[in-house]
């Protein structure tokens, strides 16, 4: 059982620093002029429902074994990267439709935020559901031990990158990135999917 733990920590830890899980989001933070707190705050919301599915196919996985697991895969293997790949593009089309952003402009964003937070739901963290598999011969309580593990390491992890990235960030002069912030979201975003498709 302690190696099941380990093994899901270590896991949640690497995986808290896949880029698709965090470039979205300091990408369009930052196109958006958010503050740190914003961009800290959108990241939390993000990861936990990243690891809210996670957990929920975990639960699945662990009560009714293998059979489910290739199901889930080919359901959820295409809805985040065409979630990332038409945000990518609305932002790309954007930055052409309207010449160019401005880091200034201030809204509340709750569209972006909500495709941000239904991509993570809809990419749940299939490597871990083996673990899941193997716990739920340990009951429910491992089960849940296992899913808290999970979730607590994703996010923090998801946190703690998101919070370095910007303090490294923050010494750059975005002026020249001002201008064609629109297209590189755009464009990052589209990467994001394409890549996790691979």
Not at 146 to 175: F, K
């Amino acid at each position: 059982m302690q190696t099941l733990l380990i093994g899901s920590a270590l896991l949640s830890l690497f995986h808290a620093l896949i880029p698709s899980h965090w470039l979205p989001i300091l990408a369009i933070g930052r196109q958006h002029a958010w503050s740190t707190y914003k961009i800290m705050w959108v990241t939390l919301v993000a990861g936990s429902t990243h690891v809210l599915s996670t957990v929920l196919a975990g639960g699945v996985f662990a009560a009714l074994g293998t059979i489910l697991a290739d199901q889930a895969e080919k359901w959820t293997a295409w809805i985040s990267p065409v979630a990332l790949i038409g945000l990518g593009a609305y932002y790309i089309w954007a930055h052409y439709y309207h010449h160019h952003f401005h880091l200034h402009k201030q809204s509340t964003n709750w569209g972006i935020i909500g495709s941000l937070a239904i991509a993570m739901f809809f990419s749940p963290c299939l490597e871990i559901e083996g673990y899941f598999l193997a716990a739920g011969q340990y009951g429910w309580w491992f089960v849940a031990l296992l899913a808290l593990t999970y979730g607590i390491t994703t996010v923090m992890g998801m946190l703690v990158w998101v919070w370095l990235a910007l303090h490294g960030l923050h010494r750059l002069n975005w002026h020249a990135w001002e201008h064609n912030a629109g297209i590189i979201t755009g464009v990052t975003l589209v990467l994001s999917g394409i890549l996790s498709k691979l």
